[in-house]
């Protein structure tokens, strides 16, 4: 049955640059293969093996780092557009989604994979961090660098709030959009969107049309334009997200909720015997543990004993005998209810307008991604070493802020001197400078080159104050953590 559904709209070769209707537009599969390899060799990329994905600086490579999490999101992602064709069959060509199949895999796939690229040093804790030094500061400084009363309020208030709002996705888009320009497919820095406000609007209500869609900020005032121009080129009404994102929201969920438990139990913080009891009371309070789950033979208590079975029949690797077991039984059933609802759902997904994760609803398998959360909530992000690293990293972040924002206190034109290399009389700030990344630098410069005249000022603020944020996130924990205590004399 033909519908209104065409995903041959949503996916196409074009990049930045292109002429519409030229080579560009021609072969999706070259031109996605191009997209992987410019990803997987770029250094943002890399760095996000010394990044915290739930254990700042963790020395145990056995444990989960930014890096191997998202390897383990790209392989749950392509494992479900596997399963969406398999669910659709011949149904594929009424959506629009006959002969995609590889090009949608290698879409996911690094979508995915860079699904975290902009994620600060210690995770959300850094996140928090940054925002709180600029919430703090920026006032103060905005007014210094920029306080004449005449001007474009509006604009001024934006970029401070924009500024105030530091979070990782929107970071991601600005990574790969304008600092290492990687000048991907429109389609595949689409799927990058997870979230679809700009940083500078305020959140929305519980129960307002797209509160989830626009939960966190989506991407900045300096990308403001590159969004624009790709969902022009995609068809995509504003404030929509490209299914892509969907996708790979699912992926990530399934992916991180086990994986952050296994690895709590190969810190020591939990055991498995402690750990499969609390499994099944946690679930109980969302779900009967005995129903059967669909797509599997057994019931969640079903599952989670057999892996326990497993654990005291195996001598020597039992913890990771249990949580192999248990991945290959939960894996199946949560991949097979996100592709599901991906195909309950396709218009709202086409359209970019369901607002919601693929897995959050009132089903079982949502209760089991959920019951990982809960136990992760409960008993390992509050752990005291869990926290006592958080604590550092918090100070360690706002001590690196605290002597990189001294960048920010002087005037435009000694700031260009500094970038210049040969400002004198600010001794102390010109050896921080020559410490900024030289990318950054040329990422700013041109950002001002480039700025509206009237409002030079501002914007020249405004692109300064990314640049730090740019070069604290972008650190790596360990680096981070070096130049804090260097800088510290520590
Ligand atoms: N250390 C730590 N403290 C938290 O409060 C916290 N909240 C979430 N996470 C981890 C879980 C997922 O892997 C990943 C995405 O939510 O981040 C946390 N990690
Ligand atoms: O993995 P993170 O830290 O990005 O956390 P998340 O739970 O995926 O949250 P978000 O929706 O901010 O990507
Ligand atoms: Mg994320």
Redesign the pocket.
């Known amino acids: 049955m033909p519908t209104a559904v065409n995903f041959k709209e949503r996916i196409c070769a074009l990049r930045p640059g292109d002429q519409v209707g030229g080579a560009g537009d021609v072969d999706l599969l070259y031109a996605f293969e191009s997209d992987r390899g410019r990803i997987i060799n770029s250094a943002a990329i890399r760095r996000l093996q010394q990044r915290?994905?739930?254990?700042?600086l963790e020395r145990n490579a056995a444990v989960r780092s930014r890096l191997t999490?998202s390897m383990e999101v790209q392989q749950t992602g392509r494992f479900i557009v596997r399963t969406l064709y398999a669910q659709l069959g011949e149904r594929a060509a009424d959506y629009g989604l006959d002969g995609l199949q590889g090009a949608l895999e290698s879409l996911v796939e690094m979508t995915c994979l860079m699904h975290d690229i902009g994620n600060p040093p210690f995770?959300?804790?850094g996140e928090f961090a940054i925002g709180e030094w600029f919430d703090r500061a920026l006032d103060g400084l905005f007014a210094v660098a920029v306080g004449h009363p005449q001007g474009n309020h509006e604009l001024h208030a934006r970029m401070r709030a924009d500024l105030r709002n530091f979070e990782g996705n929107a970071q991601a888009v600005r990574l790969v959009v304008s600092l290492q320009r990687l000048r991907l497919t429109y389609t595949q820095t689409a799927g990058l969107l997870k979230y679809l406000r700009p940083a500078y609007e305020p959140k929305p209500g519980k129960g307002a049309v797209g509160a989830y869609l626009n939960k966190k900020p989506g991407f900045y005032l300096s990308e403001e334009g590159f969004v624009a121009e790709l969902q022009q080129v995609l068809g995509q009404a504003p404030d929509t997200r490209h299914p892509v994102a969907y996708i790979m929201e699912a992926a990530?969920d399934i992916s991180?909720c086990l994986?952050?438990i296994e690895d709590s139990v190969e810190k020591g913080i939990l055991s498995v015997t402690e750990l499969a009891p609390l499994l099944v009371s946690t679930f109980e309070k969302l779900q009967s543990p005995d129903t059967p789950i669909p797509g599997s033979q057994h019931s969640f208590r079903g599952l989670v004993d057999q892996a326990l079975q497993r654990y005291h029949q195996e001598e020597i690797n039992k913890a990771g005998e249990f949580f192999v077991r248990l991945r290959v039984s939960m894996i199946h059933p949560l991949v097979q209810h996100a592709a599901r609802q991906f195909i309950d759902n396709i218009e709202a997904v086409h359209a970019g307008t369901l607002d919601r994760a693929l897995i959050e609803d009132d089903s079982l398998p949502h209760a089991i991604v959920q019951t990982f959360?809960d136990v992760?909530?409960a008993r390992?992000?509050?752990h005291r070493e869990?926290e006592t690293?958080?604590l550092q990293g918090h100070r360690i972040i706002q001590g690196l802020l605290d002597s990189y924002g001294a960048l920010l206190r002087v005037d435009a034109q000694t700031f260009v001197e500094l970038t210049e290399g040969n400002c004198r009389r600010e001794a102390y700030l010109q050896m921080l400078v020559r410490r900024l990344p030289g990318q950054l630098i040329k990422a700013y410069r041109q950002a001002v080159r480039e700025c509206d005249e009237a409002e030079r000022a501002a914007w020249e603020f405004y692109h300064r104050c990314r640049l730090i944020q740019d070069f604290i996130s972008g650190m790596t924990d360990q680096h981070a953590h070096d130049e804090y205590r260097t800088l510290s004399a520590l």
């Open positions: 915290t994905q739930v254990f700042p999490h995770g959300h804790f990530d991180y994986a952050d959360k992760a909530m390992v992000f509050c869990v690293l958080q």
